[in-house]
């Protein structure tokens, strides 16, 4: 029984080993296959068949060319120069009054803002949180204040001033003002706008 049962059971793996392979094929149907269809793009393009060859121009000689410029109809003309004029203090002084002198208003150079301000310089300062507090400082107690770079960078150089101020003089009031209050010598220095 058991030659029968062995039988019957490789008969069973063998349909279903072969179900297994053929099924899916027989029922996905016939498959169209679509074969890509390309071009291969030549490495080095024809160029022989591209290049025509130039023509042989015709070289003409120094002297013919000139000899050209002869036969031509028109006729030459020569300039001669104008003749120089000498001029006198009389005839100077008569065009002068014959005609009104035009004056060219020049305009004044006008007074650099750097020269007309002055500013205090306190220090150059490399602590973001120094400069912060110092310049909160000093606006508290009523002096202008402002630093260049306007935004303080830790690690870099930031300076701190008070000011400006048209008067030199005042600005040296407010340095024993602000030197009492901060402990800060600082110096006079002229205030440059364009650096704000």
């Known amino acids: ?3 029968q049962f062995h039988n019957r059971l490789v ?4 349909l279903v080993a072969l179900g297994v ?3 899916p094929d027989i029922l996905d149907g016939k498959k169209e296959r679509q ?3 390309f071009t291969e793009i030549p490495l080095r393009p024809d160029t022989e068949s591209q290049l025509a060859e130039p023509g042989e121009f015709e070289t003409l000689d120094v ?3 000139l000899d050209l410029a002869q036969e031509t109809d028109e ?3 020569e300039v ?6 000498k001029a006198t203090e009389n005839s100077v002084s008569n065009t002068a009054q014959s005609k009104p002198q035009e004056v060219k208003k020049t305009p004044e150079p006008k007074a650099k803002p750097s020269d007309a301000a002055w500013t205090l310089q306190l220090g150059a ?3 973001a949180a120094n400069v912060k507090a110092l310049v909160a400082k000093l606006r508290k107690a009523g002096f202008s204040a402002y630093t260049l770079p306007d935004k303080p960078v830790d690690g870099k150089l930031t300076r701190v001033f008070v000011g400006p101020d048209v008067s030199s003089d005042r600005i040296k009031q407010q340095q024993k003002k602000v030197e009492e209050l901060t402990k800060l010598k600082g110096k006079v220095v002229r205030y440059n706008p364009q650096e704000r």
Request: net charge negative; hydrophobic share 40%; glycine share 4%.
């Open 75 to 77: 006729p030459q003309v």
């Open 35 to 37: 074969q890509e269809q």
């Open 125 to 127: 300062f490399s602590n």
């Open 21 to 23: 392979i053929f099924l």
């Open 63 to 65: 002297a013919e060319t």
């Open 11 to 14: 008969g069973t793996v063998v």
């Open 1 to 3: 029984m058991s030659t």
């Open 80 to 85: 001669e120069p104008a003749p120089e004029v």
